[in-house]
Nanobody
Framework: QVQLMESGGGLVQPGGSLRLSCVASGNVFVINDMRWYSQPTGKQRELVAVITANGVTTYADSVKGRFTISRDNAKKTWYLQMSELKPEDTAVYYC???????????????WGQGTQVTVSS
């Protein structure tokens, strides 16, 4: 069994910053892609950022230059540094990852429970 747990969400003023964290626990052997998604109220979940096992990053156009994804493989943790936040960034943010468990032969996708980010004055 694998669990992903996000932390770091909250209320922030426009122009402010937050750092989200996601830690994987349980039967985790290898973590391939690590991802962050956002889901505003009433809208579909969208991919915000990805970091591959080789450290290659990809961002949604809406967050390029403002958000930075990073990973710490030893801690089985990845981060989303969010800067210059805008009210339209308000959403529940979910982490996700492709994970290979010990004794397993197939990577599976896992999701966290989500953390609320609200950007408002």
């Amino acid at each position: 069994q694998v669990q992903l747990m996000e932390s770091g969400g909250g209320l922030v003023q426009p122009g402010g910053s937050l750092r989200l964290s996601c830690v994987a626990s349980g039967n985790v052997f290898v973590i391939n892609d690590m991802r962050w998604y956002s889901q505003p109220t009433g809208k579909q979940r969208e991919l915000v950022a990805v970091i591959t096992a080789n450290g290659v990053t990809t961002y949604a156009d809406s967050v390029k230059g403002r958000f930075t994804i990073s990973r710490d493989n030893a801690k089985k943790t990845w981060y989303l540094q969010m800067s210059e936040l805008k009210p339209e960034d308000t959403a529940v943010y979910y982490c996700g990852a492709e994970i290979l468990g010990h004794g397993m032969e197939t990577l599976y996708d896992y999701w966290g429970q989500g953390t609320q980010v609200t950007v408002s004055s």
